[in-house]
């Protein structure tokens, strides 16, 4: 049986719900204590870094078109070696890290309309506990289950964040708070632009068309316009929701309510309907997020593992799915209920930055076989790595602890890399070794 094609509508959808899952419920209110005014100027500023690499995403993945995707580039470019290999798991690790920013969000959000015990922090560890536990659960029972509530859940967080943004357009008018967009109350440009890096996870589903590449129609064009269209469509709609939240509440309110500021906003125009409305937004936004970033998740580190860049076990089945599919609910388990969402958030992105400046190195390096003009991938992997230093130094100022533990998981992923590496080149010396005894 030949495999349905994927029409250009469903590749932008594809592109749009991999971005607008829960990272601009987690981050909007990170992004305003650390932008403030200029939270819209911190979206797009990511957005332009996101736009660069997705230009070389749409290359790549039109003349290197496999699922394997950003882990297929990277192999690609620089061969399955110690560097490949490290950053291939750094990409695991970062599915982890997402995971663990939409559990985090789900965690947030869910005690506002159901309190179990009373404290919010410990309501907290429990809904993103049990939201983890469901989602790998329903992973395991059918893949199915997980595309359907996929497809849902893109029309209906896309059909109410659109209402919110244009019920607070109208609302703006007359509000008081619009004067926090002014230039006044916009923070340094460094800062600004280590907010924007911050909150770069907001963005990087985009990748996600690239695994998609080998099923998309007339893939010429469709690709291109795929990645084009998500990434813009997204970066406007992040740029809009950003100037209603910061023009409808106080940066003291946004403070309190930093970890579901995107309900708290909706209160000034629609009450507590509207708080509850976005509430429920998020639930199910963060959930399909979770529920498909787990099977992404599983899916990479069995690709990693079957290209002999990490542990072969990872390539067994466990009840018909990838023994990573449960390693990586573990892992994000461990990290939501350790790790605080501003460390989750800067590992996170320092983590895709450091993978999207291989990938736009990976199309510099290709160039001349992808068709693409070096100067476009060049700027985008200066950006990224740029971008990473800024968010490393800038974050060391505030939350060392966070920065640690984000650059420790790169180093990590070396680590773990080259010991494997060794590990199989004395295996294999042995092996042979013992062959030729015998002959």
């Known amino acids: 049986m030949a495999t349905k094609k994927i029409s250009l509508l469903d590749a932008i959808s594809?592109?749009?719900g991999g971005m607008v899952g829960g990272g601009i419920f987690a981050v909007l209110g990170l992004a305003v204590s650390l932008a403030k005014g200029a939270t819209p100027v911190a979206f797009a500023c990511a957005g332009v870094v996101a736009l660069i690499t997705a230009a070389s995403y749409s290359k790549l993945s039109q003349k290197y078109s496999d699922r394997g995707g950003t882990v297929c580039f990277i192999n690609k470019a620089f061969g399955?070696?110690?560097?490949s290999g490290s950053l291939n798991n750094l990409l695991w690790i970062s599915y982890v890290i997402m995971l663990s920013l939409y559990a985090s969000a789900f965690g947030s959000y869910a005690p506002n309309l159901w309190n179990i015990t009373g404290s919010r922090s410990v309501d907290?560890?429990?809904y993103a506990?049990?939201?983890?536990?469901?989602?790998?659960?329903?992973?395991y029972y059918s893949i199915a289950v997980v595309g359907r509530i996929e497809s849902v859940a893109v029309v209906i967080k896309l059909v109410i964040l659109l209402a919110f943004i244009g019920i607070g357009a109208y609302g703006l008018i007359g509000n008081p708070m619009v004067h926090q967009l002014s230039v006044?109350?916009?923070?340094?440009p460094i800062h600004l632009f280590a907010g924007g890096m911050v909150i770069f996870v907001a963005y990087e589903g985009f990748e996600l068309i690239a695994n998609a590449a080998p099923d998309i129609k007339d893939p010429e064009k469709n690709i291109a316009r795929a990645f084009y269209a998500s990434v813009i469509f997204v970066i406007i709609l992040y740029i809009v929701i950003a100037i209603v939240t910061v023009g409808s509440l106080s940066f003291a309110d946004i403070g309190k309510a930093q970890d579901y500021v995107l309900a708290q906003a909706a209160k000034p125009m629609l009450g507590q309907v509207g708080f509850t409305i976005i509430t429920i937004a998020a639930l199910i936004s963060t959930f399909s997020a979770i529920n498909a970033s787990i099977y992404g998740g599983g899916q990479v580190s069995d690709e990693i593992a079957r290209d002999g860049e990490f542990f072969?076990?990872?390539?067994?089945?466990?009840?018909?799915?990838p023994v990573g599919l449960a390693v990586t609910s573990v892992l994000t388990l461990i990290s939501v209920n350790v790790l605080p969402l501003q460390t989750i958030s800067t590992a996170g992105s320092l983590g895709f930055l450091l993978i999207f400046a291989v990938v736009n190195a990976s199309a510099v390096k290709l160039s001349a076989n992808i068709g693409m003009h070096r100067a476009i991938p060049t700027v985008g992997a200066v950006l990224c790595l740029v971008a990473s230093v800024i968010l490393v130094g800038q974050q060391w100022r505030s939350t060392p602890t966070g920065v640690t533990i984000a650059v420790g998981l790169?180093?990590?992923?070396v680590g773990v890399e080259a010991l494997y590496k060794r590990t199989t080149r004395h295996q294999v010396h042995t092996n042979s070794a013992q062959s030729s005894l015998k002959h």
Not at 129 to 139: E, F, G, M, Q, V
Not at 312 to 319: A, L
Not at 410 to 413: F, G, H, K, N, Y
């Open 14 to 16: 594809i592109g749009i």
């Open 80 to 83: 399955a070696g110690i560097f």
């Open 124 to 126: 907290y560890h429990i």
């Open 129 to 139: 506990t049990a939201i983890i536990l469901i989602a790998t659960a329903i992973n």
């Open 184 to 188: 006044t109350h916009w923070e340094s």
């Open 312 to 321: 072969h076990s990872f390539t067994d089945q466990f009840i018909h799915q």
């Open 410 to 413: 790169v180093a990590v992923c």
